[in-house]
Every structure is written in C-alpha cells, then in structure tokens.
C-alpha cells in the first residue's frame, strides 16, 4: 500500500539555524499538508499547498515558514531561523482530493528538537 | 470548548472490555475522523465518518455521529494490549480544507 514517507525521522538543530523537513506525498495525489504536534498537545495545521501554490495556512505558519515542491515528488518545509519553541512533531499529509471528499494520509513525521 | 475535544482525556479499562471515546465539536462539519497515535509515533488514520452518516463500523472499532448534538463517538469492542495509544477526533469545517484536531483521549488497557 502507498505511504507518505519523511526524512529525517529526528533532527537536532541549534537555535537560529535552517531547517528543512522533507516529505515524499502518495504519488498521485495533488494536496499536500504540513501538521505539528508540540509535545504532550494537539496536532495543530500548519499549511495546505496546491497547484504548487499555498491554499491556506495558519497563524503559526509566519515568514519564518516555507514550502516547497521542488521536483514533482518531494514537498518540503523549511524553517529559516529555528526557535526553542519550534520543537515539536512534524507531520506531512497528502490526499487524491479536498480534505472533504478524500482521506488525508499522514506520514510518520519528523521529530524536530532545537536546542 | 474548542473544536474537537475528546472525554475523556484518559481512559484505563482491562483487556477484554469495551472503550468508548467521545469528540465534541462547535461547526457545521463535512466529516469526522478518528485517528489512532501510539506514543511519539506518527498518527494511523481509524475511521472517517460523514456528515450525513450517522453510524459507521470497521472492525472493532464503531463510530457515531450526532449532527444535531455535535458529537461523535468511537467504540473499540473487546480491546486489545495493543490497542493502547492516544485516540484523537479530527474535524473538517465546511467550507475549509485542514482538518482541526482535538487533544485526545488517553486509552491504557490494563492486563
């Protein structure tokens, strides 16, 4: 069965470096997420890119956040200048479809820790 | 209340027993899901329920849904050590495409 695959799966950065996130979406699928979960709370949206534009994103998705779709395949966040508080789950979802007609898969996530 | 809370927040039954898990919520919703996370992992899709479902059934698992009330709820039958993880409801607003979490409701099954 496809899967939504994303690397790495832990990432150690020092506060007020890059990060990038990278996920590999179901590869026919045309909507791609990002989700994070701050430990011990709730899965919070992030962003919704389609047509190799943003959708929508949420307040927590400031100018330090990006997305990308570089090469067909890969769909990837960045974080320009991590924060302590940028620690958290990040998962990376994708679907066939509009959140209100298709499922969205989840990938594993990446546990990013800024230190 | 905020959109998708579950009740309650943990839950400790012994194996064997039946589970049940509710999800309030406060907009009009095109549909409801349960999703399943097991300590630090990443989240397993359960069960999605539309809105113009009322009841829906896959293996084990049962999930209502009250329109009118803005509830839902998810029955685990027979539960399992394994079926030990964080249950979280997740709601689709109609009209939007992200889908909003709840906290999640705690499941320990005891021996």
């Known amino acids: 069965e496809p899967e939504v695959t994303q690397t790495p799966s832990h990432q150690v950065t020092q506060m007020g470096q890059e990060v990038i996130l990278r996920c590999v979406p179901i590869s026919n699928h045309l909507y791609f997420y990002w989700y994070r979960q701050i430990l011990g709370q709730k899965v919070e949206f992030l962003v919704s890119f389609y047509n190799n534009e943003i959708s929508e994103k949420s307040e927590i998705f400031d100018d330090q956040f990006s997305v990308e779709r570089p090469d067909g395949s890969n769909f990837t966040l960045k974080i320009r200048s991590t924060k302590l508080e940028d620690s958290a789950m990040y998962f990376c979802?994708?679907?066939?479809?509009?959140?209100?007609?298709?499922?969205?898969?989840f990938g594993p996530g990446t546990r990013l820790t800024v230190t | 209340s905020q959109q998708g809370e579950e009740d309650p927040q943990a839950l400790s039954i012994q194996e064997g027993e039946n589970a049940t898990m509710n999800c309030s919520y406060k907009t009009s919703i095109n549909n409801l899901q349960w999703y399943r996370q097991n300590s630090g992992r990443g989240l397993v899709h359960l069960i999605l329920i539309r809105s113009n479902e009322r009841e829906k059934h896959s293996g084990r698992l049962r999930v209502t849904l009250d329109t009118s009330k803005k509830s839902s709820s998810l029955l685990i039958t027979a539960s399992r050590a394994a079926d030990t993880a964080s249950y979280f409801c997740a709601t689709l607003t109609r009209g939007d495409d992200k889908i909003i979490f709840g906290k999640g409701t705690r499941l320990h099954i005891l021996p």
């Open positions: 979802a994708s679907s066939q479809g509009l959140a209100g007609v298709y499922e969205q898969y």
